[in-house]
């Protein structure tokens, strides 16, 4: 644990020094491979500059976007090897039945929960999801996600942070169920019509 925590300190470090642009290289290469969330750094730069939350969720949305882009590629070129060198089979197999049943959703999902979305971006890629379907769902997942870190924060500051840390995974997951259970309903009274 104390070497993932110095990792995050250094990530941090190396990270924040470079502001806005460090936040885009940041998830970036964290939608593709690397481990550390850049919601961390998103907080630290938006606690600092309140006034331009809108400005880092956007500059974080884009880097990851482009970042599942990268992990899409990575997972086209390099096929099943590629996942299989990070990923046990049990879970390829059960995120390919996750594409197989949900397709955009599954991206979505991944992309806006605690849920790890890199494995998702190299998986599409191996499975050959749709790319178009792919990038729309990363950006409205990412951008969610982001976008409600960064406007919670620029709204209420250090005060909501304690709120975010303890319950940012129950009401991601909260809010995709309710998603889903819309898209659902509008699905059903769209084949009634």
Same mark, same amino acid.
Request: aromatic share 16%; hydrophobic share 50%.
């Given at each position: ?50 006034? %331009?939350? @809108?400005?880092?969720? $956007? ?6 976007? =482009?970042? /599942?882009?990268? +992990?899409?590629? !990575? ?62 769902? %990363?950006? @409205?997942?990412?951008? $969610? ?6 406007? =919670?924060? /620029?709204?209420? +500051?250090?005060? !909501? ?33």
């Amino acid at each position: 644990m104390a070497i993932f925590q110095n990792l995050i300190d250094e990530t941090l470090r190396t990270f924040s020094y470079l502001g806005a642009t460090g936040l885009f290289i940041l998830a970036f290469i964290e939608s593709s491979f690397f481990p550390i969330p850049p919601d961390l750094l998103l907080i630290s730069l938006v606690l600092s500059e309140p006034h %331009s939350w @809108i400005w880092y969720a $956007l500059v974080c949305t884009i880097g990851s976007t =482009l970042g /599942g882009l990268f +992990g899409y590629l !990575i997972g086209y070129v390099g096929k099943i090897k590629v996942l299989q060198r990070f990923v046990k089979q049990e879970k390829i197999d059960q995120v390919h039945n996750y594409f197989h049943k949900y397709d955009a959703w599954a991206i979505f999902i991944s992309a806006f929960t605690p849920i790890p979305y890199k494995v998702f971006t190299i998986s599409a890629g191996v499975f050959n999801i749709e790319l178009k379907r792919f990038t729309i769902a %990363s950006l @409205i997942g990412r951008g $969610l996600r982001f976008f409600l870190i960064a406007g =919670l924060l /620029g709204w209420k +500051g250090k005060e !909501i942070l304690s709120f975010i840390k303890e319950y940012f995974g129950i009401l991601t997951i909260i809010t995709t169920i309710i998603l889903i259970t819309i898209y659902i309903v509008y699905i059903k009274i769209k084949k009634k019509l």
